[in-house]
């Protein structure tokens, strides 16, 4: 008797079927939407099985805390870096990936004509594209009439300075694609959004050869992870 009470005191995983129907993942989503489920019972979904040890809950929660990053972490990892896991195989490393490049290409989907109206639309329209980047991307908005996007360039790649950043690589995009006004923007990958003197200087180069050659600059947006900020707003232009 003490030999079988070991056996099953040792075998007391719980696999994701042995759970209330309306606390297993999938079920859980259906009932009350994908909104109620947290990360790992998200992962979970993706996951589909766990290992002899962890049910897939346990196993998704193991993976997602493995980082003092949380969630975020997934996505800088490589396929062979998830295959490193105890319990996650090919199989589920490409299924993981997969989901996760869906969700940033559905976030960074671009509508033909978008029409910007304040610094959050911009926010909004760029963040995904720019908040995870390790280095400093500059970048210019062109702007037509109407304030729809036309295009947006890469001016330079790198800590930003007055030789990166040539009033002619900017204004020579813009006046070739018949751009009304400009708004300049770029990342810090600290996450921090402050400006710096550097950031300052630029912007009120820029502005001022903007005036010689007739096209506005109408803001500079600095994207974190997750904040922005706006020169126009905070009323440094």
């Not at 002899?52 to 975020?72: F, P, T, V, Y």
């Not at 926010?123 to 720019?130: I, R």
């Not at 890469?154 to 708004?183: C, M, Q, W, Y």
Request: glycine fraction near 6%; aromatic fraction near 6%; charged fraction near 25%.
């Amino acid at each position: 008797m003490e030999a079988i009470w070991l056996r099953e005191s040792l075998n007391t995983n719980k696999t994701v079927k042995d759970m209330a129907l309306n606390e297993r993942p999938r079920e859980k989503m259906i009932v009350k939407g994908e909104k109620s489920l947290s990360n790992s019972e998200l992962l979970a979904i993706i996951l589909r099985t766990g290992t002899k040890n962890k049910n897939a809950i346990e196993l998704a929660s193991h993976i997602i805390n493995r980082d003092i990053q949380g969630i975020r972490h997934l996505q800088e990892m490589t396929v062979e870096e998830l295959c490193t896991i105890d319990g996650v195989g090919v199989s589920k490393a490409t299924q993981i990936k997969a989901a996760l490049e869906l969700g940033v290409r559905i976030a960074s989907y671009k509508p033909m004509k978008f029409k910007v109206t304040n610094p959050w639309d911009i926010y909004k329209y760029y963040m995904e594209g720019l908040r995870y980047l390790k280095k400093e991307v500059f970048k210019i908005v062109l702007l037509n009439t109407k304030n729809e996007i036309i295009s947006d360039i890469d001016i330079s790649i790198g800590t930003l300075n007055s030789s990166l950043v040539h009033p002619r690589e900017v204004f020579r995009e813009a006046i070739k694609r018949s751009a009304n006004k400009i708004i300049l923007m770029h990342n810090h990958p600290s996450g921090s959004v402050e400006p710096s003197r550097e950031d300052k200087n630029i912007t009120s180069r820029l502005i001022e050869c903007g005036k010689i050659v007739g096209i506005d600059i109408i803001d500079h947006i600095i994207i974190g992870d997750g904040v922005y900020f706006s020169f126009k707003e905070n009323m440094i232009i």
